[in-house]
Structure formats: structure tokens, C-alpha cells
């Protein structure tokens, strides 16, 4: 019969293994929670097992917006300068039709320059009428002809913008005051070439002639 007694460990016998045991202990802990994410990181974020959905370019829908932007642009700064171009014709045709009416500077420099030839000429005209036609009549026919192609140009002008819209973008309308410009150059326009065409072969205003 074995009489031997164990003997029981003391307390530092006991804080020793203890202290032993606690960095074992951690390490493991550290390698345990180094191992979760690796593990979650290998399933896929859909949770779906595919693939995920491949997002459109980032520039696309940028791009097709910015192309419709620059279309549009272009068409509104065509229509505006096809409409600037038909008010200032408009304009410039009432101009050339109301100077025509009243008598313009190179009308009135020609019809001095052909009164000077007719004096020159009168010099040898042998009768009244001849020295009359020479003096005068070649030059108011002068001044009509000149003012008569003013009033004609400021018609065809008119003319071109009101007709302007029939050949050129569908739907297009000229604003109002563009229209009514350009029907008052028609007019002035057409009373020019009738008085002026009668002026010319003095039908309208015929040559004095003198008493023989």
C-alpha cells in the first residue's frame, strides 16, 4: 500500500501557469477573427452567386445631351440670323423706296452733270424745242431713270422677303412688323416705277414747247 501523498500545488506555482496559458490564449482569439472576414469576403455581395450588373458609361448619357444641346443651339442661332437678315432688307427697301419718291442725292448729281452737257450741246440746237430737250428734258429724264431704278431695286427687295419664308424653313412666319415694313416698301416701290416710268417718256409730265 502506497502511502505517498500529492502534494497540492501553492498559489505560485498556480500564477505562473496561469500567465502561461493567457498569451495562448490570445493569439488564438486573434487568428479566429482574422479568419471571419476572409471567410465572408469570398461569398459574393448580391448573395445571388452571378455576377454583377456591368453600369453604362459614365460619359453616355452626358454625351447624347450635350449633342441634342448643340442641335438646338444651332438651329436657334440660324433662325436668328435669317430673321435679322429679313428685318434689315425690309428696312432697307422702305428706305430706298421713300428716297426714290423724294429724289435722291445721285439722282439730282447726274441731272446736273447731263444739264451741263445739254448746255454745251444747246449751242448748236437750231430751234426752241431742241434747246429745251437739250437744257432740260435730258435731264429730268436722267433724274427719272435714276429714281426709278431705286424704286424698282427697293420692290424686288420687298419682294425677296416676303417670299423668303416660302422657300425656307417649314412654318416659319416673319414677325408682323417685318411684313408690314416690307408691304410699305412694295408700295412705295410700285408707285416709283408708275410715276417714274411715265416721267421718263413724258407721259406723266410732258416737255414745255415754245411758241414759234
Same mark, same amino acid.
Given at each position: 500500500?502506497?502511502?505517498? !501523498?500529492? #502534494?497540492?500545488?501553492?498559489?505560485?506555482e498556480t500564477d505562473a501557469a496561469e500567465e502561461q496559458a493567457a498569451p495562448d490564449t490570445a493569439a488564438a482569439t486573434t487568428a479566429a477573427e482574422g479568419a471571419a472576414p476572409a471567410d465572408g469576403?469570398?461569398?459574393?455581395?448580391?448573395?445571388?452567386?452571378?455576377?454583377?450588373?456591368?453600369? =453604362? =458609361?459614365?460619359?453616355?448619357?452626358?454625351?447624347?445631351?450635350?449633342?441634342?444641346?448643340?442641335?438646338?443651339?444651332?438651329?436657334?442661332?440660324?433662325?436668328? $440670323?435669317?430673321?435679322?437678315?429679313?428685318?434689315?432688307?425690309?428696312? *432697307?427697301?422702305? $428706305?430706298? $423706296? &421713300?428716297? +426714290?419718291?423724294?429724289?435722291?442725292?445721285?439722282?439730282?448729281?447726274?441731272?446736273?452733270?447731263?444739264?451741263?452737257?445739254?448746255?454745251?450741246?444747246?449751242? /448748236?440746237?437750231?430751234?426752241? !424745242?431742241? !434747246?429745251?430737250?437739250?437744257?432740260? $428734258?435730258?435731264?429730268?429724264?436722267?433724274?427719272? #431713270? *435714276? /429714281?426709278?431704278?431705286?424704286?424698282?431695286?427697293? &420692290?424686288?427687295?420687298?419682294?425677296?422677303?416676303?417670299?423668303?419664308?416660302?422657300?425656307?424653313? =417649314?412654318?416659319?412666319v416673319l414677325p408682323v412688323w417685318v411684313r408690314s415694313v416690307s408691304w410699305a416698301a412694295v408700295a412705295l416701290g410700285v408707285l416709283g416705277v408708275l410715276v417714274f416710268g411715265l416721267m421718263y417718256?413724258?407721259?406723266? *409730265? +410732258?416737255?414745255?414747247?415754245?411758241?414759234?
Amino acid at each position: 500500500m502506497d502511502t505517498t !501523498k500529492t #502534494l497540492a500545488p501553492t498559489a505560485a506555482e498556480t500564477d505562473a501557469a496561469e500567465e502561461q496559458a493567457a498569451p495562448d490564449t490570445a493569439a488564438a482569439t486573434t487568428a479566429a477573427e482574422g479568419a471571419a472576414p476572409a471567410d465572408g469576403a469570398t461569398e459574393p455581395a448580391g448573395g445571388g452567386g452571378g455576377p454583377p450588373p456591368a453600369a =453604362p =458609361p459614365a460619359g453616355a448619357a452626358g454625351a447624347v445631351a450635350g449633342e441634342f444641346d448643340v442641335d438646338a443651339a444651332d438651329g436657334e442661332d440660324s433662325g436668328q $440670323g435669317s430673321g435679322v437678315g429679313a428685318a434689315a432688307t425690309s428696312i *432697307v427697301a422702305a $428706305g430706298l $423706296g &421713300l428716297i +426714290a419718291l423724294s429724289g435722291s442725292w445721285v439722282s439730282r448729281v447726274i441731272a446736273e452733270r447731263q444739264t451741263l452737257i445739254g448746255q454745251i450741246e444747246s449751242v /448748236n440746237a437750231t430751234t426752241a !424745242k431742241e !434747246k429745251i430737250a437739250a437744257l432740260y $428734258g435730258d435731264a429730268w429724264h436722267m433724274t427719272a #431713270l *435714276v /429714281n426709278g431704278v431705286l424704286s424698282t431695286l427697293a &420692290l424686288l427687295l420687298a419682294a425677296f422677303v416676303l417670299a423668303r419664308p416660302a422657300f425656307g424653313t =417649314p412654318g416659319r412666319v416673319l414677325p408682323v412688323w417685318v411684313r408690314s415694313v416690307s408691304w410699305a416698301a412694295v408700295a412705295l416701290g410700285v408707285l416709283g416705277v408708275l410715276v417714274f416710268g411715265l416721267m421718263y417718256f413724258d407721259l406723266l *409730265v +410732258a416737255l414745255p414747247t415754245a411758241a414759234q
